[in-house]
Each structure stands twice: as C-alpha cells, then as structure tokens.
C-alpha cells in the first residue's frame, strides 16, 4: 500500500453558496470554491462541498469534515495544527494555545518525539517528503537560519531525504510555491515549466516508490491573508488540476491519496484570516472507508495511517 498526503495549509469547508448569483442575489458569494471551476473535486462528489454536507461519499472518494479547533478556544494556527497532524498529538491542548504560524520550542519537542515519519521509519517503512527547497534553503538550514514549517520539522525529525532543485528538475519532487515551477525559473533555476496536471503525476510516481509520502501546499493560505480573489481563484484552480493528476497516475486497489488541512480560511474570502470551520479529509482510493471512519479530529490522521499501513502488513 502506498498512501500520499496532500495537506493544503488554510483550506476549510465554507459556506453552501451553490444557489447564489453573483449578478442577481442579495446576498454575496462568500465561498470561492464557488466561483472556481474545481473539475476534479466536482468529479469526486458531484458538488462542492460544504460545511452544511456533513460526510459525503463519492465514486471512488469520501470526505469527511475533520475537527481542527480541538477543544481550544480561538482561531486554530498552522504551528498547533500542523504539530497535530503530523504527530496525532492534540498540540493545541498540550500548549493549552493555538499557535503560529511557525513552531515554538514545545511543538518542536513534540515533533522531534512523535513525527510520523519518524514512527513509521522505526516500524520498517519508507517515507518521503515530496517539498523541493531551492540552494539557499540549505544554506540557511546549515547555521540554523532556514524557517522550519511543523511539516518540514517532522520530516527532519526522521532524518529523510529533503528534496532540492535536482531532484525538481528530474521530476522526483513538486514546488510547494508554484506547482508549474514558475517561480524557480523566473530565479534562474535549470528546471523545466511544467502544468500543475505533471507536478502531481510526478508526486503520485514518487509515492509509489514509498510506504507514505506527504507534501505541503501552503499558497492556499498565503492567498487567503490577502484581498486578490484572483489570486484565490489561480490557487484553487492550480491544486485542483494537481489533484486530476494524481488521480490519473493512482492505482486505486493500492495506492490511497489523503487530503487536508490544518485551519479554515481560503474558503471564506470574506474575511482575511483564519476561520473555525472544519477542514476536509478527502481519502481517494485504496481502504478509504476504513480510515474515514477513524478520522474526526485532526488528531486521528497520524494514528490511521500508521495503523492502516501496518495493517497492510498482515
């Protein structure tokens, strides 16, 4: 079994626009997943979901609205959600905060302790973090300048490979900033221009050569912060084309494509900041019922997937 986790950072479940107009209603769109074409999610379950659907059930997809405030008053934070994530340890209630964006010195030690790639590596399977990281990264992550997501401080927990601008060019890792590698060519990089549909073709073939593979998309959130619905709209349209290729590439008796989120926020662009709604789990593919009805939290996601791949096992 082969499980990719997608987690797209700042991505809830909005509001069911679906019978509004943007030219005739008195009441405005607030959803842009409304406003996006979204032909890949639109595929998995018929309609955009929202937070009024509950768990929908889809060909060969189920969603299922995961808890991401985790009995902690406030606005849930990508340091506290990610640790969760990444760990099955309910941060925000260890810290007794929400926390972030980056982790402090408590998350770090829950990560260096409990990061599933470090757990899944001391059970015998291969794991790999798909993020390729430009030169400078490197340089700044050698006297300990580099700025470490929760993400990234799980994998380095486990001491796995962290991909660079070779392994982009090759097609063995996908930009976390612009998946078309846009960015690094317009930065001199020698890596080809490539659609968003590729960049997840190449992340489903690395999958397949490991036990569990994750990346992280943070442009979701990024976009979200800021007031440019164009921008938004790019970013939806860019992971949901990305998605199309995953798929296209998946062995759905083996392989399981995981998608999530850490907090509310690109789904209500009405509000530049984060949100308490629930975020999707989306499971694609091989034994999704089975981890759907493990995941309420964000905290079930670590321990289903450990579980579901030892169980694979047997």
């Known amino acids: 079994m082969h499980i990719l986790f997608v987690f797209c950072d700042g991505m809830g479940l909005g509001a069911d626009d679906a019978l509004i107009s943007s030219a005739d209603s008195a009441r405005e769109i607030t959803n842009p997943f409304f406003v996006a074409p979204m032909p890949t999610l639109r595929a998995w379950f018929g309609k955009i979901p929202t937070r009024a659907d509950g768990a929908l059930v889809g060909k060969d997809s189920l969603l299922v609205p995961t808890d991401a405030n985790l009995g ?43 990061s599933i790639f470090l757990r899944l590596e001391n059970l015998g399977f291969h794991t790999a973090f798909a993020n390729a990281y430009p030169p400078f990264f490197f340089e700044r992550l050698k006297i300990g300048k580099a700025r470490r997501t929760a993400t990234l401080q799980a994998a380095l927990a486990a001491k796995i490979k ?20 846009r960015y690094w060519i317009e930065n001199g990089a020698p890596v080809p221009l490539i659609t968003p ?12 050569q490991f036990d569990f593979t994750a990346f992280e998309y943070a442009p979701t959130d990024m976009v979200g912060h800021k007031d440019k619905r164009a921008d938004v709209l790019a970013v939806l349209n ?33 509000v530049k900041g984060h949100t308490r709604n629930p975020v999707p789990t989306i499971l694609v593919g091989a034994r999704r019922a089975e981890a759907a009805e493990k995941i309420r939290a964000l905290n079930d996601l670590a321990p289903t997937i450990v579980e579901l791949l030892r169980g694979s096992r047997r």
């Not at 097609?171 to 612009?178: R, T």
């Not at 549909?197 to 397949?208: D, K, P, S, T, Y």
């Open 162 to 181: 962290i991909r660079d601008i070779d392994d982009l060019a090759r097609g063995e890792a996908v930009s976390g900033l612009s998946m078309d590698n």
């Open 72 to 114: 902690v008053a406030g606005l849930p934070q990508s340091g506290t959600g990610q640790t969760t994530i990444f760990t099955g340890v309910n941060a925000p209630a260890a810290i007794g905060e929400h926390y972030g964006p980056y982790p402090n010195e408590a998350l770090r030690e829950i990560l260096k302790r409990d």
């Open 238 to 270: 860019e992971i949901d084309e990305c998605w199309g290729g995953i798929v296209s590439q998946m062995d759905l008796d083996n392989d399981l494509l995981i998608i999530t989120s850490d907090h509310g926020n690109v789904e209500d662009w009405s």
């Open 197 to 208: 549909f590729i960049a997840g073709q190449n992340m489903m073939r690395l999958a397949q």
